[in-house]
């Protein structure tokens, strides 16, 4: 381990933060194993994206049969899988999106989306959400304020972007309408105070909010904003960059809620590990962004868009798996939550669940030295699990969609046994 470190540290930018330091050497389903044999269960799915597990048999024939005819086009020639794959998207995304462009990654799908939204109704600013995650990019980190350090050192960044509250009821302590009334009446403060609706492009937000803390929106905070949008010409933009294919054990979180967006962003699982992210439309907004005001070279990769295509048609067997998953594990945690007096809060939707740990109930002030704790112990136990929110304070559990119940198990009593090494010490 010293010398592939050694290397690593010579010969790799320091700036990836790398959530442990196993040398991988192989993956397969829920585990990866590294170069001495020892295994561990992945439950942070290389961030959301592994979801059917890594090297999924029918992802990985779906891309080896493309790689033997074509691997790469650069929007010289047309292709069949880029097309496959748009008509697939069309029968799971939300009811009015129609169209679909491509990227490489998250951040870009989501640049894409905003460029999108201020070329087609000719404004410029664009109200995100304070916790939100969208990128990293000059472009994209300009929306992201999860954590004012992805910000350090790139100042000043994108104008015209003005941030606004995500409802967060356990953090502020107040119900979910409360919560969702003081967001609402923020956003008229800005309304009034800063920026009036007529120059607002896009409403950007994560359904369900993932690094900021794994927060789903109350359904009356999405309800309201695309009343807002309808009323003033703004368009919705969902980003499902870590939300989507199966993560909620729905399609997407939006799935959950009553509201449709006009713009929606994916990435991350689209393609089980090979790089893909996506936007769409309906045919009448893309219809109207003509042709050379975007481009990429490599976004929609004729191999990524084969593999992309194999997880749709895998992941429909998968979803009542996951529901199923999903409500044993939210039984089993709010149980651990009753015994441990470091959990403050279990929430999420489907598979896509935040574990607050805290120091105290009555102050829920963050605790992220348990979190660290749980990540030392959960390695140790050949258990992989990271982190969220702003400070890192929140469990992360994002089990594969392939787990068995037995295996969701083991994780978790894993979780419980450190939080109650924890407590003692």
């Known amino acids: 381990m010293t010398e592939y470190l050694s290397r690593s540290d010579d010969a790799l930018a320091p700036i990836l933060a790398y ?18 044999g020892n295994r561990y269960a992945d439950f942070a799915c290389g961030t959301a994206v592994t979801n059917l597990g890594h090297n999924h048999p029918n992802v990985i024939a779906a891309a080896r049969a493309q790689m033997d005819r074509v691997v790469h086009a650069g929007c010289v020639f047309r292709y069949e899988s880029i097309i496959r794959l748009a008509e697939k998207l069309r029968t799971i995304t939300p009811p009015g999106i129609e169209k679909f462009g491509f990227a490489n990654s998250g951040a870009e799908a989501v640049e894409a989306a905003v460029k999108l939204a201020r070329h087609v109704t000719g404004r410029q600013g664009v109200i995100t959400m304070r916790g ?3 990128g990293r990019t000059m472009g994209s980190v300009a929306y992201t304020t999860s954590n004012a350090r992805y910000r350090d050192g790139y100042h000043p960044i994108l104008g015209s972007v003005f941030v606004t509250p995500f409802p967060r009821p356990y953090r502020w302590g107040k ?6 009334q003081l967001a609402l009446d923020e956003l008229g403060y800005k309304f009034k105070h800063e ?29 309201a904003l695309r009343e807002l949008a309808d009323q003033h010409g703004i368009m919705l933009i969902f980003d499902e960059v870590q939300s989507g294919f199966g993560r909620t054990a729905e399609w997407f979180s939006s799935d959950h809620y009553t509201v449709d967006p006009d ?12 790089p893909l992210s996506s936007y769409g439309a309906s045919a009448d907004v893309l219809d109207r962004w003509p042709v050379g005001a975007h481009g990429t ?36 945690l ?12 279990v929430r999420g939707l489907g598979l896509m669940i935040g574990i607050e740990l805290v120091k105290d109930l009555t102050s829920r002030e963050p605790d992220a030295d348990a979190m660290k ?5 959960a390695l140790e136990d050949e258990l992989i699990v990271i982190s969220c929110g702003p400070d890192g304070n929140v469990i992360r559990f994002i089990p594969p969609l392939i787990t068995t119940i037995e295996e969701l198990d083991r994780a978790i009593d894993t979780i419980d046994a450190a939080l109650t090494e924890y407590e003692v010490h």
């Open 19 to 36: 959530s442990t330091d196993i040398l991988a050497d192989r993956a397969e389903g829920l585990w990866i194993y590294d170069q001495e």
């Open 132 to 134: 939100a995650f969208h």
């Open 175 to 180: 119900s979910a309408d409360e919560s969702t």
């Open 195 to 223: 920026v009036t609706p007529k120059n607002i492009a896009a409403f950007l937000i994560e359904p369900m909010q993932g690094e900021g803390g794994y927060y789903p929106s109350p359904p009356t905070f999405l309800e």
């Open 263 to 274: 713009i929606i962003a994916m990435g991350k699982a689209i393609a089980n590990g090979l």
């Open 297 to 332: 070279t490599f976004g929609g990769n004729p191999v990524s868009c084969a593999a992309a295509g194999a997880v749709i048609d895998t992941m429909q067997t998968l979803l009542p798996h996951a529901r199923e998953l999903s409500a044993h594990a939210f039984e089993r």
């Open 334 to 345: 709010h149980k651990l939550q009753v015994t441990h007096d470091t959990i403050g809060e």
């Open 373 to 377: 704790f749980v990540s030392r112990y």
